[in-house]
């Protein structure tokens, strides 16, 4: 089993930065990827946001928030961040962490093994 634990969310006003962690305990040498969503009020399922791999630290994104937002992760710490910097009302929302066991299609949640608990981001206009 891993757990995955979420940290660094709040509230920010539109153009502020966050810094979102995703700490990993457990068997963390069996994930492949980390990925992060978001789950917006109003909308019925999480949607994708970014994602990384341990081995190579290839990195994926959703096309809203390329240029914005930047997914790093720390091999030693088992940690995954999320830099999000000229943050957007429409980016509100609990991000979660998310970690794969296997290669996958990063952008789809089935690929994804395990989950935090999230982290609420609310950013104000």
């Keep these: 089993q891993v757990q995955l634990v979420e940290s660094g969310g709040g509230l920010v006003q539109a153009g502020g930065s ?14 492949y990827a980390m990925g992060w969503f978001r789950h917006t009020p109003g909308k019925e399922q999480r949607e994708f946001v970014a994602a990384t791999t341990w081995s190579f630290g290839d990195t994926y994104y959703t096309d809203s928030v390329k240029g914005r937002f930047t997914i790093s ?3 030693l710490k088992n940690t995954v961040y999320l830099e999000m910097n000229s943050l957007k009302p429409e980016d509100t929302a609990v991000y979660y962490c998310a970690a794969a066991a296997t290669y996958g299609h990063y952008n789809l949640r089935s690929t994804y093994d395990y989950w935090g608990q999230g982290t609420q981001v609310t950013v104000s206009s």
């Design 73 to 75: 992760r720390d091999n």
């Design 18 to 31: 966050l810094r979102l962690s995703c700490a990993a305990s457990g068997r963390t040498f069996s994930t």
